[in-house]
């Protein structure tokens, strides 16, 4: 199966950057999704292919993948950015295709 | 604007099975996939399936193959999920995600998702 490995929790005081890391096994050779889903509420897509992003979604937004990691950065952060964000990749090898997830707190 | 609107919470007793539905509008429904992932409480997003809502071939996380099942009804614009033989773990919040025709696909939007509640 392929596993994907999120720190389970990232802290950023507002104005800051964020960075949000997805670990796999040659994660670089696959296609990242991002998805932050707010307390209460359905997730919400937020970078798709690696580094794409939707229409609605601040610039501050941004994705990366190489080699054995992917990265979510949110720069200067916001009290609403405060949710938590879950990468999501495609392997033949593993039905679990999302990462266990990461609770972003605004300090 | 494409949205996803799925039914209301269900409370069932274990063994029993319920029967999800996510209508679909804003876009061409056949067009596209359509997944379902769950969320139990304070726990990570789990893939259950999908179903290409043209044709209607569909493909199972193999966790759940043995005892779901994903439709579509083509005209009236829904999609449905149906999950057999209940456990109280299988309490959860169920949404519906529409997805592209390819195997690396994100999901947008997601429906508002629905509450089921295995319970005696």
């Known amino acids: 199966s392929y596993v994907l490995t999120q720190p389970p929790s990232v802290s950023v005081a507002p104005g800051k950057t964020a960075r949000i890391t997805c670990g796999g096994n040659?994660?670089?050779?696959?296609?990242v999704h991002w998805y932050q889903q707010r307390p209460g509420h359905a997730p919400v897509l937020v970078i798709y292919?690696?580094?794409d992003r939707p229409s609605g979604i601040p610039e501050r937004f941004s994705g990366s993948n190489s080699e054995n990691t992917a990265t979510l950065t949110i720069s200067r952060v916001e009290a609403g950015d405060e949710a938590d964000y879950y990468c999501?990749?495609?392997?033949?090898?593993?039905?679990?295709?999302f990462g266990g997830g990461t609770k972003l707190t605004v300090l | 604007q494409v949205q996803l609107v799925q039914s209301g919470a269900e409370v069932k007793k274990p063994g029993a099975s319920v029967k999800v539905s996510c209508k679909a509008s804003?876009?061409?429904?056949?067009?596209?996939?359509l997944h379902w992932v769950r969320q139990a409480p304070g726990q990570r997003l789990e893939w259950m399936g999908w179903?290409?809502?043209?044709?209607?071939?569909?493909r199972y996380s193999q966790k759940f193959q043995d005892r779901i099942i994903i439709t579509r009804d083509t005209s009236a614009r829904i999609g449905y999920m149906e999950l057999s033989s209940l456990r109280f773990e299988d309490t959860a919040f169920y949404y519906c995600?529409?997805?592209?025709?390819?195997?690396?696909?994100?999901?947008?939007?997601w429906g508002q998702g629905t509450l089921v509640t295995v319970s005696s």
């Open positions: 995600a529409r997805g592209l025709m390819t195997t690396v696909t994100h999901f947008d939007p």
């Open positions: 804003g876009y061409s429904f056949t067009r596209y996939a």
């Open positions: 179903i290409n809502a043209g044709n209607g071939t569909t």
């Open positions: 040659d994660i670089g050779s696959k296609t």
């Open positions: 292919y690696d580094s």
């Open positions: 999501q990749v495609w392997d033949s090898s593993s039905d679990d295709v």
